[in-house]
């Protein structure tokens, strides 16, 4: 039985098996990534029900630029309609988007689709949906470093008081909570660059189910499995 009063507050998801779950039914990689949006509508409609107030999904990471050039020109156009489809539904359901990663290197029509989103969602507040697009863990880090040396030598602020809440003000996602759950499809086991920091304390849930095959009700087994855990943060 759920516990409404143990809801994570922040669920983070690897959305790993696209292309694998292509390959098993004889389909291109690209009906794979279609798949995986139908399953993106999944997770986001189940966070609804739940309460949950951050979802955080890993779409896109600074690794994938080495796949083939065209299998990536064509999944950066499928988030860019995705979102010029979906953002009617975002703003009738409240949600918030927001995209954490490197945006200077991706193309100007998805840029521009994203501050659309990101410009007509910034007032909803029933959830917010937090896209890694472009991201990776260890980037974000030492792009964080680099900004506060550059405040410590322009003297507008001393070494001594960085501490985690200044560093984390530095990073991509400043402002949202850290995970309280993450979550990776396909069955692999790592965090492939994704929330270094942030993913300190989280606990973790692996499944063996592909990305397009996560349904509602393993979302739900998630959360089940981690309410069934004693959270100590080193305690």
């Not at 994570?8 to 959305?15: L, S, T």
């Not at 189940?46 to 890993?58: A, D, E, F, H, P």
């Not at 949600?95 to 659309?116: D, E, T």
């Not at 506060?148 to 991509?172: G, M, P, R, T, W």
Request: contains cysteine; positive net charge; hydrophobic residues 40%.
């Amino acid at each position: 039985m759920l516990d409404k009063d143990k809801i994570p507050r922040h669920i983070a998801i690897i959305m790993d098996g696209n292309g694998r779950w292509a390959k098993l039914k004889g389909l291109s990689k690209i009906e794979g990534h279609r798949a995986g949006a139908v399953a993106v509508e999944e997770a986001i409609k189940t966070c609804r029900q739940l309460g949950i107030k951050v979802l955080s999904l890993y779409i896109f990471s600074t690794e994938n630029w080495r796949r083939p050039k065209r299998e990536v020109d064509v999944l950066l156009r499928l988030i860019e309609q995705y979102l010029k489809r979906r953002l009617p539904r975002l703003k009738k359901n409240k949600i918030k988007l927001l995209v954490c990663g490197q945006m200077s290197n991706l193309p100007l029509f998805l840029k521009r689709q994203i501050q659309k989103a990101i410009n007509q969602t910034k007032d909803n507040s029933e959830l917010t949906l937090n896209l890694a697009l472009n991201y990776g863990g260890r980037e974000e880090i030492l792009q964080a470093v680099k900004e506060l040396a550059l405040e410590v030598k322009a003297d507008k602020l001393q070494a001594e008081e960085i501490n985690q809440k200044v560093f984390s003000s530095h990073l991509y996602t400043k402002g949202l909570p850290d995970p309280d759950l993450l979550i990776r499809t396909s069955g692999e086991q790592r965090l492939s660059n994704f929330f270094l920091w942030q993913a300190s304390y989280c606990e973790f849930y692996f499944t063996d189910k592909l990305w397009p095959d996560f349904k509602s009700e393993d979302l739900l087994e998630a959360v089940l499995n981690y309410q069934k855990r004693e959270r100590r943060f080193g305690r």
